[in-house]
């Protein structure tokens, strides 16, 4: 399959997920996005309670059983326990095992939210979220600032929007060491800083990164907190 940068926006957010690619083995079971990074969020991370608000409950469907494991695809027709102590999803009256099914309005992308409390009281009640990242941002949006917080990526618009930064299958980004994930986000934040914040495609190439981004996504700084950087301080940081 060939596609160039400007083919990369394969959702469509008024009319759900609209030409989105899926990679398919049949016979091992395996049914996952082609293109599109999975995203592993926890509650308690920052921005995450920014991001879930505007998240839609929804039924199952099938772009959300991609994001589970085949055999726990039953856990996303179960109710929580908050929602029925019956539940087959319940553990001793109290705990629970369940998984709920949202879809992000602004992307048209499917969001499974992982449920998992201890029976009792005073245990472990924590929810996971797994979703996929975009592959651009809205077609007119523009980006304004790269956030990194305990190893999430986020961008956020001009118009205040925040989006998981856009992120291809296969080219994870990280950050703090001397490896291929440091390396693939500064080329996209170099992409953005040359572009002003127009091209949003994820995929730039490793050889399209600037030293400057690079030394940065390497070091502990980077890895250290909360950063915030607008396309004008990847720009300064280019200048050196």
């Known amino acids: 399959?060939?596609?160039?940068?400007?083919?990369?926006?394969?959702?469509?957010?008024?009319?759900?997920?609209?030409h989105f690619v899926l990679y398919t083995e049949a016979r091992l079971g395996i049914a996952s996005s082609s293109l599109n990074a999975e995203v592993s969020i926890k509650?308690?991370?920052?921005?995450?309670?920014e991001w879930l608000s505007r998240l839609e409950?929804?039924?199952p469907n099938a772009m959300h059983c991609t994001l589970v494991e085949p055999q726990r695809i039953p856990s996303l027709f179960r109710p929580c326990v908050e929602d029925g102590k019956d539940s087959s999803a319940a553990v001793r009256g109290s705990g629970c095992t369940c998984r709920r099914t949202f879809y992000d309005p602004e992307f048209g992308l499917p969001v499974v939210g992982e449920h998992f409390k201890h029976a009792?009281?005073?245990?472990?009640?924590?929810?996971?979220?797994?979703?996929?990242?975009?592959?651009?941002?809205?077609?007119?949006?523009?980006?304004?600032?790269?956030?990194?917080?305990?190893?999430l990526f986020w961008a956020r618009t001009?118009?205040?929007?925040?989006?998981?930064?856009?992120?291809?299958?296969?080219?994870g980004?990280?950050?703090?060491?001397?490896?291929?994930?440091?390396h693939a986000l500064a080329a996209y934040l170099t992409q953005v800083a040359d572009t002003d914040g127009e091209n949003t495609a994820?995929?730039?190439?490793?050889?399209?990164?600037?030293?400057?981004?690079?030394?940065?996504?390497?070091?502990?700084?980077?890895?250290?907190g909360?950063?915030?950087?607008?396309?004008?301080?990847?720009?300064?940081?280019?200048?050196?």
């Open 120 to 151: 009792g009281t005073g245990g472990t009640d924590q929810w996971t979220y797994q979703t996929y990242a975009p592959l651009e941002l809205r077609p007119d949006d523009t980006f304004s600032r790269f956030i990194v917080s305990c190893g």
């Open 202 to 224: 994820a995929g730039a190439s490793y050889e399209a990164a600037h030293p400057a981004l690079v030394a940065w996504t390497q070091s502990s700084a980077a890895d250290r």
């Open 173 to 182: 980004y990280n950050i703090g060491y001397n490896g291929g994930g440091p």
């Open 1 to 18: 399959m060939t596609y160039e940068a400007r083919d990369l926006n394969l959702t469509d957010p008024t009319t759900g997920y609209l």
């Open 158 to 171: 001009e118009n205040g929007l925040l989006s998981i930064l856009p992120q291809r299958n296969a080219l």
């Open 226 to 240: 909360t950063n915030e950087l607008t396309v004008q301080d990847i720009k300064a940081m280019q200048r050196g």
């Open 43 to 49: 509650r308690e991370l920052p921005h995450v309670e």
């Open 57 to 59: 409950r929804c039924e």
